[in-house]
Structure formats: structure tokens, C-alpha cells
């Protein structure tokens, strides 16, 4: 069974920055791939940022500039660095790590921007 848990979200004003952290564990040994995903109140769950293998990175076009991918190897970990929060940034902040094309979410966690 593998476990992915992030953490490090909270309640920040506009402006202001978050490091999501998320971490995989139990049954994986690499990570492939990995995905931040958001999801607002009544809107469609979207994908924030990427990472391959490669350490290519991809970011949807509303963050891009602000938020930063990142992983450690060694830790079995992915970060997400957001900067310059916008209250249009809240929503639940899901952690995807693949491993031999299986994907593994995490439950989410709260990022609220308030003004």
C-alpha cells in the first residue's frame, strides 16, 4: 500500500507564500512522476504543476511564474513553492507520485487566500 500525504497548507493573506510538501511512503521505492492538482468550491479539479522523471516541469498557465514543482529522490518527496498568492489560489491541494504508470493521491490539504 502507498501512502501520500501532504502537508504545509494553511490560511495566508494575498501576497503572501506556501511550500506544499508532499510525501509518498509504503510500497513505492521512486517516484516517476509527480502532479500537483487543485480543486475551488463548484469548479473542476485542474492540474497546477508537473514534474517527469527527466525533471521536466509544467505549470498551468494561472500559476506560472509563481508556483514552483520540485522533488527530492532521495525522500520521496514533491514540493510545491507558491509565491505571490492570489485569493483565487484557494482551493484543496492534491499530491499525485507515479510509479510504473500507477498513480497514488493524496487526500488533499486547504490552501485558503484571503485579502
Known amino acids: 500500500q502507498v501512502h501520500v500525504v501532504e502537508s504545509g497548507g494553511g490560511l495566508v493573506h494575498a501576497g503572501e507564500s506556501l511550500r506544499l510538501s508532499c510525501l509518498a511512503s509504503g510500497s513505492i521505492s521512486s517516484i516517476d512522476a509527480a502532479d500537483w492538482y487543485r480543486q475551488a468550491p463548484g469548479k473542476q479539479r485542474e492540474m497546477v504543476a508537473s514534474v517527469t522523471s527527466y525533471g521536466s516541469t509544467e505549470y498551468a498557465d494561472s500559476v506560472k511564474g509563481r508556483f514552483t514543482i520540485s522533488r527530492d529522490d532521495a525522500k520521496l518527496a514533491v514540493y510545491l513553492q507558491m509565491n505571490s498568492l492570489k485569493i483565487e489560489d484557494s482551493a484543496v491541494y492534491y499530491c499525485?507520485?507515479?510509479?510504473?504508470?500507477?498513480?497514488?493521491w493524496g487526500s488533499g490539504i486547504q490552501v485558503t487566500v484571503s485579502s
Open positions: 499525485v507520485v507515479e510509479e510504473d504508470l500507477e498513480d497514488y
